[in-house]
């Protein structure tokens, strides 16, 4: 799977839009974009994924860069309930084996 | 949506004793799961990959023989820590895959916390 690298930490204000970098430079063409989160003490859940186009869902949207090099998770309304670890992984659509990187912290402040 | 559980959800043993921690795929078969261990302040750490009917492939620098993983049903496998130390305190997470997951096929446990004292 291709390297991802992401900020350490990062702070955002309740009800604002936070968006949250991933750097995948190396990333082949059949490797798709996951974005996971883990709240203390929890298993990690899924929040997106893609390939190529851009995202959206109920919990976030996902800016992937045309040259596909970056992305970007964007959660539109951040609330205290999205104080969590972010992680950004890369990998192909089939392959369920997942390589976790130290992920950005991500604190919401009201 | 598919629902991965653990039992139990913390536990608390004694220096050599063996504890068993379940993961089960509550309505969902899953094709694989996997077994993760994160000790505090780290990242999640892949430990070993566990197929139906298939003996576990472990990731370098696990000991199999201390970490035995059974996979005996679509929906149950199961992470025995033998002769806990110390050291094997940690918060241990499983993950099971389908193809029926929505593209991303992948779902987590909510974690056992293991102390050994």
């Known amino acids: 799977d291709a390297k991802t690298t992401q900020p350490p930490s990062m702070d955002c204000a309740e009800g604002r839009a936070a968006n949250l970098p991933c750097n995948h430079s190396?990333?082949?063409?059949?490797?798709?974009v996951y974005w996971y989160r883990q709240i203390h003490s929890q298993g990690p859940q899924y929040i997106i994924h893609?390939?190529?186009n851009n995202e959206t869902n109920e919990m976030a949207s996902l800016i992937i860069t045309e040259d596909r090099k970056s992305s970007t998770l964007i959660l539109p309304h951040a609330t205290l309930r999205d104080t969590a670890v972010y992680y950004c992984?890369?990998?192909?659509?089939?392959?369920?084996?997942?390589?976790f990187g130290a992920g950005t912290t991500v604190t919401v402040r009201a | 949506g598919a629902v991965v559980s653990q039992h139990p959800s913390w536990v608390i043993c004694k220096s050599g004793t063996s504890v068993k921690i379940e993961c089960r795929s509550l309505?969902?078969?899953?094709?694989?799961m996997f077994w993760y261990r994160q000790f505090p302040k780290q990242s999640l750490m892949l430990m070993a990959t566990?197929?139906?009917?298939?003996?576990?492939?472990?990731e370098q620098g696990v000991e199999k023989d201390k970490f035995l993983i059974n996979h005996a049903s679509l929906t149950l496998s199961t992470l025995t820590v033998t002769s806990a130390h110390p050291e094997d305190s940690s918060f241990y997470i499983c993950?099971?895959?389908?193809?029926?997951?929505?593209?991303?096929?992948?779902?987590f446990g909510p974690g056992t916390r293991l102390t050994v004292l």
């Open positions: 993950s099971a895959s389908t193809i029926a997951g929505g593209g991303h096929g992948q779902f």
């Open positions: 190396t990333i082949s063409g059949n490797e798709y």
């Open positions: 893609g390939l190529k």
């Open positions: 992984i890369a990998r192909p659509l089939n392959d369920y084996k997942l390589s």
């Open positions: 309505d969902f078969q899953a094709t694989t």
């Open positions: 566990s197929n139906e009917g298939s003996k576990a492939t472990y």
